[in-house]
């Protein structure tokens, strides 16, 4: 049975909704929950939910991350915080899930200083699911993989190349998708335009016999068609992207919101009522879980500030589902293999 | 005011049956068919209530013991569920039926699915003559079980006059006849003695906590019957080797060490049981555990490090309250049931 660390200091309502999506999955779900946070905040606040006590543990944390802090010395600002006591209690259990909707560079520093990383990987990725327009795999899955999505602003083409083996292990297990296709964020599909880390990487990646299949170097506007299942980038580029793509769905909806307040337009807005619907499920976050961490040992799952409990229990699930798949272990093998792979001598 | 009873007193446990003691389904037609045809052998206790129930009914203890089932199933069913009690060893003194075949014969369709009339009757009229008498009563939440054993302890401790006990009856919409019966019990009994030392509560449907707060702490709403037993022992109503027999039989039944200790956790973050209380116990349990084997010695692991975890709550246990509204608690219970029926609500928000 997994159990999932869960931190009940950040997310919606101050982390309230955390709390509520602890409670419903150990109601829902086959799993132990461990509640991270103040506890007396925790304790009365549980009083009003459904929840099951045997399934739920509660572990005290409550030091405030501090502002204006190096994200490497939040260990030390703050060592009782509800990110690095969680992280402690992942690293101490080896079936251990952690989510978190903290800031991000605070849990992936914390998580590089307390968790192990796997062999060969020295930086970590975040991974952002998005919807295309193609679907994938025998489930019909409409998402493909972003990463890095922030864990790693600076990074080489050794970096990419690890990033590119982890997504397609991680896309290959979650999606079911034998041989994921994977392609590298540029700006146009020429190489010679490209910049330095990432024509390195496309040249170790083409023509090699990998795990996944390299589609080349992908534009911006291609990301969405869903031609790959798998983008890498590094994690500068990988935020703007991802935070773009969340701001025109945004904005799309703003806009539709905007048009159902006029008169004249009500009537049309209404008869595609059906359509604007699942539009909004569709490009809705919350019911995408969160962002995992990859080349660390244990799952780290990164759900955004203002999650609300619809957000966490999908994390959960989530994370839940990479225990169950062996994900983990799956994106250490990828990771070996394709180091191997792209230790032999370049093809002509 | 002294909460647990004095010795020497005659020691009566009230239980329901369904979902307090054996699990079962009536969700359904189709599940209350399916329960009305099951054979005693078929029947499931809940995990942990018979090993808890036969600690309570301890052969040495039994004298000093009494125990009475009440129960919402029909009386038809007497044979089968007495053979399923005399298989996991119990013999109770008085075991009440519903009349259910009666109710409907007579027109008494209220009477078929509700349980205040029929429970608060039952439960006053087994009282009737008794002198020196410590109650501890089992229920759980899919009833009103909170509600029914809280008013009746209340009636016995004199807190609920005939004017409130009538109007709590109107509006709980009862027959005529039950209510005659009810009003002429409580003639007998009001003030009688503060019987009533603990009521609990299995959170079969895993209700939320507060919903039992109104009742003060009386009423204890438990997970699973380890949390019972470890209030118990608290309360010196069972000793360390029956807690052991409860552990075990969970044990049994799949509770893993991580389970049994969240549910000790549980107890001590709402104050039911205080730090102290659980490092008396684990020193009681080290002196039976040379006997036993792995699940007490991971158990008094556990508990020790809940302990230790624990070190710095200091919750304050719950007040025992003089006062409760209790027309108030059946209005918002009853306007909970409407909003899931007509809304689909869920119950439990």
Known sequence: ?348 | MSDWMGSGHLLHLRWDLDKTYLRTDFDSLKDLIKTYRQKAEDKVAIVGARSLMQALLDPHERRKRRVTFISGSPTQMRAVLTRKLRLDGIEPDLFILKPNLSNIISGRVRSIRGQVGYKLGALMRSYVGATDLDELLFGDDAEQDAFIYSLYADILAGRVDAVQLASILGACKLYRAEVDEVMSLHGRLFNTGDAVRRIFIHLEARSPLDRFAPYGARVVPVYNYLQAALVLHQGEVLRARDIVSVLEAMSVAGYTPARLANSVQDLVRRGVVAVADLERLAGELAAVETTRGRTVSTFIQRLRSTVADLHHVRRKSPEWLTEINYLGLYHSARFRRTRHRFLGIPLLD
């Open chain 1, 1 to 348: 049975m997994s159990t999932i660390v869960i931190d009940t200091c950040a997310g919606e309502d101050q982390g309230r909704e955390a709390l509520a999506a602890a409670a419903i999955a150990s109601l829902d779900l086959d799993v132990q929950m461990v509640v991270v946070g103040d506890e007396d905040e925790i304790t009365s606040a549980l009083d009003g939910l459904a929840h099951d006590a045997e399934r739920l543990r509660v572990v005290h944390a409550a030091d405030p991350l501090p502002e204006n802090v190096d994200p490497r010395d939040i260990r030390q600002a703050a060592p009782r915080s509800s990110i690095a006591v969680g992280l402690e209690l992942t690293a101490r259990d080896p079936d251990a899930i952690f989510v978190s909707a903290g800031q991000p560079a605070a849990i992936v520093s914390l998580a590089l200083q307390t968790l192990g990383r796997l062999p060969g990987v020295d930086r970590a990725a975040l991974a952002a699911v998005y919807p295309t327009l193609r679907h994938r795999g025998p489930n019909d899955d409409p998402f493909a993989l972003l990463l890095d999505v922030g864990a790693t602003i600076e990074c080489t083409s050794e970096h990419l190349l690890r990033f590119a083996a982890m997504g397609a292990a991680y896309a290959s297990k979650i999606s079911s998708v034998e041989r994921p296709r994977v392609g590298l964020l540029a700006n146009g599909n020429n190489p010679a335009n490209a910049p330095l880390r990432v024509r390195e990487a496309h040249h170790s990646l083409r023509g090699r016999d990998l795990p996944f299949e390299y589609i080349g170097l992908m534009r911006g506007d291609q990301v969405t068609h869903g031609e790959a299942d798998v983008i890498v980038t590094d994690g500068f580029s990988g935020d703007v992207l991802v935070r773009t793509l969340e701001g025109v769905a945004a904005t799309a909806d703003a806009l539709i919101r905007r048009a159902e307040a006029r008169f004249k337009w009500r009537l049309g807005v209404q008869m595609l009522g059906g359509g604007i619907a699942k539009l909004r499920e569709f490009t809705d976050w919350e019911n995408y879980g969160g962002a995992p961490l990859l080349g660390l040992d244990r799952p780290v799952i990164v759900t955004q500030a203002n999650s609300g409990s619809r957000a966490f229990v999908n994390a959960i699930r989530l994370g839940a589902k990479m225990q169950r798949l062996g994900v983990i272990s799956a994106v250490a093998e990828a990771v070996m293999t394709s180091t191997a792979a792209l230790g032999e001598e370049e093809p002509s």
